[in-house]
Protein backbone atom coordinates (compact mmCIF):
# COMPACT_ATOMS: atom_id res chain seq x y z
CA UNK A 1 0.00 0.00 0.00
CA UNK A 2 2.80 2.20 0.68
CA UNK A 3 4.46 1.51 -2.66
CA UNK A 4 1.49 2.62 -4.51
CA UNK A 5 0.83 5.69 -2.35
CA UNK A 6 4.38 6.95 -3.40
CA UNK A 7 3.84 6.11 -6.92
CA UNK A 8 0.88 7.84 -7.31
CA UNK A 9 2.32 10.85 -5.23
CA UNK A 10 5.18 10.81 -7.36
CA UNK A 11 3.02 10.68 -10.93
CA UNK A 12 0.96 13.47 -9.64
CA UNK A 13 4.28 15.58 -8.92
CA UNK A 14 5.30 14.90 -12.70
CA UNK A 15 5.77 17.92 -15.24
CA UNK A 16 3.55 18.38 -17.83
CA UNK A 17 6.37 18.71 -20.13
CA UNK A 18 7.17 15.03 -19.05
CA UNK A 19 3.48 14.39 -20.27
CA UNK A 20 3.49 16.05 -23.34
CA UNK A 21 5.80 18.53 -25.35
CA UNK A 22 5.99 20.42 -28.49
CA UNK A 23 8.31 20.49 -31.82
CA UNK A 24 8.93 23.73 -33.48
CA UNK A 25 11.06 24.26 -36.11
CA UNK A 26 11.11 25.85 -39.98
CA UNK A 27 11.41 24.27 -43.52
CA UNK A 28 11.96 25.91 -46.77
CA UNK A 29 9.84 24.82 -49.79
CA UNK A 30 10.35 26.35 -53.35
CA UNK A 31 9.16 26.26 -56.71
CA UNK A 32 11.21 26.99 -59.91
CA UNK A 33 9.13 29.54 -61.97
CA UNK A 34 9.74 30.29 -65.56
CA UNK A 35 8.94 34.22 -66.40
CA UNK A 36 6.71 34.76 -68.96
CA UNK A 37 6.40 38.44 -69.63
CA UNK A 38 9.33 40.45 -71.23
CA UNK A 39 9.34 44.48 -69.77
CA UNK A 40 11.20 47.52 -70.78
CA UNK A 41 10.91 50.66 -69.92
CA UNK A 42 11.16 52.92 -73.70
CA UNK A 43 12.13 56.68 -73.54
CA UNK A 44 12.75 59.29 -76.42
CA UNK A 45 14.50 62.22 -75.80
CA UNK A 46 14.47 65.21 -78.59
CA UNK A 47 16.33 68.13 -78.06
CA UNK A 48 15.39 71.55 -80.82
CA UNK A 49 15.34 75.49 -80.73
CA UNK A 50 12.21 75.63 -81.28
CA UNK A 51 9.02 74.67 -79.25
CA UNK A 52 6.95 73.74 -82.15
CA UNK A 53 9.39 71.17 -83.86
CA UNK A 54 10.05 69.31 -80.72
CA UNK A 55 6.10 68.84 -80.48
CA UNK A 56 5.54 67.95 -83.69
CA UNK A 57 8.81 65.22 -83.55
CA UNK A 58 6.97 63.71 -79.75
CA UNK A 59 3.58 63.61 -82.08
CA UNK A 60 4.54 61.66 -84.57
CA UNK A 61 6.42 59.26 -82.44
CA UNK A 62 3.87 58.85 -79.76
CA UNK A 63 1.03 58.07 -82.60
CA UNK A 64 3.38 55.47 -83.85
CA UNK A 65 3.16 53.87 -80.05
CA UNK A 66 -0.44 54.21 -79.88
CA UNK A 67 -1.15 52.42 -83.08
CA UNK A 68 0.89 49.87 -82.20
CA UNK A 69 -1.55 47.17 -81.12
CA UNK A 70 0.78 43.95 -80.91
CA UNK A 71 2.14 44.70 -77.37
CA UNK A 72 0.87 45.94 -73.97
CA UNK A 73 2.29 49.31 -73.37
CA UNK A 74 0.98 52.51 -70.39
CA UNK A 75 2.44 55.79 -71.00
CA UNK A 76 4.50 57.53 -68.45
CA UNK A 77 5.77 60.57 -69.59
CA UNK A 78 4.42 63.40 -72.31
CA UNK A 79 6.40 67.05 -71.35
CA UNK A 80 8.52 69.69 -72.96
CA UNK A 81 10.32 71.87 -71.31
CA UNK A 82 12.93 74.54 -72.25
CA UNK A 83 16.53 74.43 -71.36
CA UNK A 84 18.34 77.29 -70.75
CA UNK A 85 21.82 78.67 -70.36
CA UNK A 86 23.79 81.38 -68.15
CA UNK A 87 24.66 84.62 -69.95
CA UNK A 88 25.76 87.25 -67.09
CA UNK A 89 24.24 84.78 -64.29
CA UNK A 90 21.23 85.27 -66.24
CA UNK A 91 19.06 82.92 -67.53
CA UNK A 92 18.39 82.42 -71.23
CA UNK A 93 16.34 79.69 -73.05
CA UNK A 94 18.84 77.85 -74.82
CA UNK A 95 16.20 75.39 -76.46
CA UNK A 96 13.52 73.06 -76.04
CA UNK A 97 14.00 69.50 -74.16
CA UNK A 98 10.54 66.82 -75.22
CA UNK A 99 10.63 63.56 -73.69
CA UNK A 100 8.13 60.66 -73.77
CA UNK A 101 8.39 57.79 -72.16
CA UNK A 102 6.40 54.50 -72.01
CA UNK A 103 6.85 50.90 -70.49
CA UNK A 104 5.98 48.40 -72.88
CA UNK A 105 5.26 44.16 -72.30
CA UNK A 106 4.70 41.31 -74.12
CA UNK A 107 5.30 37.40 -74.13
CA UNK A 108 6.98 37.35 -76.82
CA UNK A 109 10.18 38.98 -77.42
CA UNK A 110 9.85 39.10 -81.27
CA UNK A 111 7.05 41.84 -80.78
CA UNK A 112 9.44 43.59 -78.42
CA UNK A 113 12.12 43.99 -80.72
CA UNK A 114 9.62 44.68 -83.21
CA UNK A 115 8.26 47.69 -81.77
CA UNK A 116 12.14 48.71 -80.00
CA UNK A 117 13.44 48.51 -83.94
CA UNK A 118 10.11 50.53 -85.22
CA UNK A 119 11.22 53.20 -82.78
CA UNK A 120 14.91 53.13 -84.06
CA UNK A 121 13.59 53.72 -87.79
CA UNK A 122 11.77 56.81 -87.13
CA UNK A 123 14.98 58.36 -86.02
CA UNK A 124 16.79 61.11 -88.80
CA UNK A 125 18.97 62.96 -87.02
CA UNK A 126 21.29 63.59 -83.67
CA UNK A 127 18.41 65.40 -81.87
CA UNK A 128 16.75 62.24 -81.09
CA UNK A 129 17.37 60.10 -78.38
CA UNK A 130 15.89 56.46 -77.73
CA UNK A 131 16.97 55.12 -74.42
CA UNK A 132 15.66 51.61 -74.03
CA UNK A 133 16.54 50.24 -70.36
CA UNK A 134 14.88 47.66 -67.47
CA UNK A 135 14.49 45.04 -70.48
CA UNK A 136 14.16 42.10 -68.08
CA UNK A 137 11.59 38.95 -67.75
CA UNK A 138 9.28 38.99 -65.14
CA UNK A 139 6.72 36.64 -63.68
CA UNK A 140 3.12 37.78 -64.10
CA UNK A 141 1.10 38.19 -61.09
CA UNK A 142 -1.45 35.63 -61.39
CA UNK A 143 1.26 33.10 -62.32
CA UNK A 144 3.25 33.99 -59.19
CA UNK A 145 -0.58 33.60 -57.04
CA UNK A 146 -0.67 30.01 -58.60
CA UNK A 147 2.85 29.19 -57.84
CA UNK A 148 2.28 30.47 -54.30
CA UNK A 149 -0.81 28.68 -53.67
CA UNK A 150 0.88 25.44 -54.75
CA UNK A 151 3.94 25.82 -52.04
CA UNK A 152 1.22 26.56 -49.34
CA UNK A 153 -0.67 23.14 -50.32
CA UNK A 154 2.57 21.64 -49.94
CA UNK A 155 3.26 23.33 -46.77
CA UNK A 156 0.26 21.86 -45.34
CA UNK A 157 -0.26 18.41 -46.74
CA UNK A 158 3.93 17.75 -46.17
CA UNK A 159 3.03 19.11 -42.25
CA UNK A 160 0.29 16.70 -42.04
CA UNK A 161 2.18 13.85 -42.92
CA UNK A 162 4.98 14.37 -40.75
CA UNK A 163 2.96 14.54 -37.71
CA UNK A 164 1.68 10.89 -38.99
CA UNK A 165 5.14 9.29 -39.21
CA UNK A 166 5.96 11.50 -36.04
CA UNK A 167 3.51 9.69 -34.43
CA UNK A 168 4.20 6.26 -35.70
CA UNK A 169 8.24 6.85 -34.60
CA UNK A 170 7.56 7.93 -31.20
CA UNK A 171 4.33 5.76 -30.21
CA UNK A 172 2.65 9.08 -29.34
CA UNK A 173 0.08 11.09 -30.51
CA UNK A 174 1.42 14.17 -32.48
CA UNK A 175 -0.81 17.13 -34.21
CA UNK A 176 0.19 20.03 -35.98
CA UNK A 177 -0.94 22.68 -33.49
CA UNK A 178 0.56 25.79 -35.79
CA UNK A 179 1.55 26.78 -39.55
CA UNK A 180 3.14 29.64 -40.41
CA UNK A 181 4.82 31.38 -43.21
CA UNK A 182 7.59 33.42 -41.97
CA UNK A 183 8.50 34.85 -45.48
CA UNK A 184 8.00 34.29 -49.53
CA UNK A 185 11.08 35.37 -51.53
CA UNK A 186 10.18 35.95 -55.32
CA UNK A 187 12.68 35.66 -57.30
CA UNK A 188 14.27 38.74 -58.87
CA UNK A 189 14.91 39.32 -62.83
CA UNK A 190 18.15 41.63 -63.48
CA UNK A 191 17.77 44.07 -66.27
CA UNK A 192 19.64 45.18 -68.60
CA UNK A 193 21.62 48.08 -68.30
CA UNK A 194 20.17 51.20 -70.18
CA UNK A 195 21.10 51.84 -73.83
CA UNK A 196 20.95 54.60 -75.84
CA UNK A 197 20.29 54.41 -79.72
CA UNK A 198 21.71 57.04 -82.02
CA UNK A 199 21.62 57.51 -85.32
CA UNK A 200 24.85 55.57 -86.06
CA UNK A 201 23.09 52.57 -83.88
CA UNK A 202 20.15 52.13 -85.89
CA UNK A 203 20.16 48.87 -87.32
CA UNK A 204 21.60 47.67 -83.40
CA UNK A 205 19.89 44.46 -83.02
CA UNK A 206 18.08 44.23 -79.80
CA UNK A 207 19.52 42.30 -77.06
CA UNK A 208 17.00 40.12 -75.30
CA UNK A 209 17.93 38.76 -71.88
CA UNK A 210 17.84 35.02 -71.66
CA UNK A 211 14.27 33.80 -70.47
CA UNK A 212 15.65 31.30 -67.39
CA UNK A 213 13.83 29.64 -64.57
CA UNK A 214 14.30 30.67 -60.63
CA UNK A 215 13.05 30.09 -57.53
CA UNK A 216 10.42 31.05 -55.53
CA UNK A 217 10.36 30.17 -52.05
CA UNK A 218 8.40 29.92 -48.77
CA UNK A 219 9.71 29.61 -45.33
CA UNK A 220 7.09 27.90 -43.02
CA UNK A 221 7.80 27.95 -39.23
CA UNK A 222 5.84 24.63 -37.82
CA UNK A 223 4.32 23.57 -34.22
CA UNK A 224 3.64 20.21 -33.14
CA UNK A 225 2.74 19.00 -30.03
CA UNK A 226 2.89 15.26 -29.51
CA UNK A 227 1.24 13.62 -26.04
Not at 57 to 65: A, E, G, P
Request: proline share 4%.
Amino acid sequence: MKKILISGLLMSTLPFSLLSYEVNFNKTFSKKLLPDTLNSDIKVRIELDSEKEVSNKLDRYNDYIKNVKYIEKNLGVFNIRPRYRYVSKTPKIDGYLGEIKYSIKSNDPKKVSRFINGLINLKEHRDTSIIVSNLMWKVKESSSNVAVDLLRFEAITWAEKYAKNLSSDLKRECKVKNININSLQNPYFRGSREVMYSAKSSDAAIAVPEQTSKPIKMNVNYRLECK
